[in-house]
């Protein structure tokens, strides 16, 4: 089980690169800046700094949950924690279910050591919930990494096409209420790729979440990996649009009382980080961009990160907003 787990962590990893595996759509498209000429700002003072888990981040970045629990996987979070910590933005493990099931797969999620003040976030599929795991077993998660927060990842199209799929559901959202508060750090509530809607938001902040990430539609499609995994692919192509686009989703969460929003799925730039604030995003995490350079150096990594938060900057810039709460006012216009 443990060598068929790592082989389906390193398909995961060689699929996400394959540009099949990523949606048409590009949803932040469909929405502009209204250029500001004469935007009465000093480039050099705009403050991107931003609070979030009770650390400030440099820049509103989140470098998304990704990989762990096979041998490739610990070169790359090694990488993306490097990286992250020196451009001051926060980070995600993937999930980390094998390492509490086979501790010998831990290593490759333990990055604290490469990261030690970047806000940092672990990960378990809210399913497991329904298959055996505790509260005892979240916070071992928390602890096996020194995480700041917890991430819970909804993903029930995922399991509906993966071969291994888990697909009791039910009854989760008190599961994940006990999560909540039996943790010793907050808990996150993110899809992977097909949104979250309003509703369902809601819904989780009445279990006493307070972070929701959009994780929506328009980025890397999990229905194309597992359906391609499962030699289904026309059931793949049949599921790849099924979501929640991301501007829609960050805007449901956005309209919320008391919650803090993450904004990803399918941001692929600095301008698309821009867009995802003024939506309404508080910090925006973004995936697919990081992993092919992480395969390669963390060097790679922080030059794609100092790359996009000068897009942002530029993007501020000509928005005229100094600040991102500024920028959170902006109004944006539709392309069509």
């Not at 006990?178 to 010793?184: F, R, T």
């Not at 359906?227 to 960050?250: C, K, M, N, Q, Y």
């Not at 803090?260 to 604030?277: C, F, Y």
């Amino acid at each position: 089980m443990a060598e068929e787990e790592r082989d389906r962590k390193l398909e995961h990893i060689e699929l996400s690169l394959d540009r099949r595996m990523q949606s048409e759509s590009r949803f932040f498209d469909r929405y502009a800046f209204v250029h500001e000429a004469l935007p009465e700002l000093d480039y050099g003072s705009l403050d991107l700094t931003v609070p979030f888990l009770g650390k400030t981040l440099a820049a509103p970045l989140l470098v998304s949950c990704m990989t762990g629990g096979t041998g490739s996987a610990t070169s790359i979070n090694r990488h993306l924690a490097e990286a992250a910590e020196r451009s001051g933005i926060a980070l995600g493990v993937g999930s980390q279910r094998k390492a509490l099931e086979d501790p010998t797969t831990a290593a490759s999620f333990v990055v604290r050591r490469h990261a030690p003040t970047a806000p940092l976030l672990g990960n378990l599929g809210a399913v497991q919930l329904n298959y055996g795991f505790t509260v005892e077993h979240c916070q071992r998660a928390v602890d096996m990494i020194g995480a700041d927060a917890l991430a819970l990842h909804l993903n029930p199209l995922q399991e509906a096409l993966q071969p291994e799929g888990q697909c009791n559901f039910a009854d989760l959202l008190p599961r994940i209420a006990e999560v909540v508060e039996g943790l010793s750090v907050p808990v996150i509530v993110k899809e992977i790729g097909c949104g979250l809607s309003g509703k369902t938001a809601q819904r989780l902040l009445d279990a006493g979440v307070r972070i929701l990430d959009s994780a929506g539609l328009g980025g890397t499609s999990w229905a194309r990996i597992e359906a391609a995994r499962a030699d289904e692919v026309p059931l793949g192509e049949l599921f790849a649009g099924w979501g929640v686009p991301t501007p829609d989703s960050i805007g449901q969460l956005a309209a919320l009382e008391d919650v803090t929003v993450i904004g990803s799925g399918g941001v692929r730039n600095g301008v698309d980080v821009a867009k995802a604030i003024a939506m309404g995003a508080h910090v925006v995490g973004l995936a697919q961009p990081f992993l092919g350079p992480a395969v390669e150096s963390a060097e790679a990594v922080y030059e794609k990160i100092q790359q996009t938060v000068r897009e942002l900057r530029i993007a501020m810039f000509c928005a005229g907003a100094r600040t991102l709460d500024e920028l959170r006012r902006i109004q944006l216009v539709t392309r069509y």
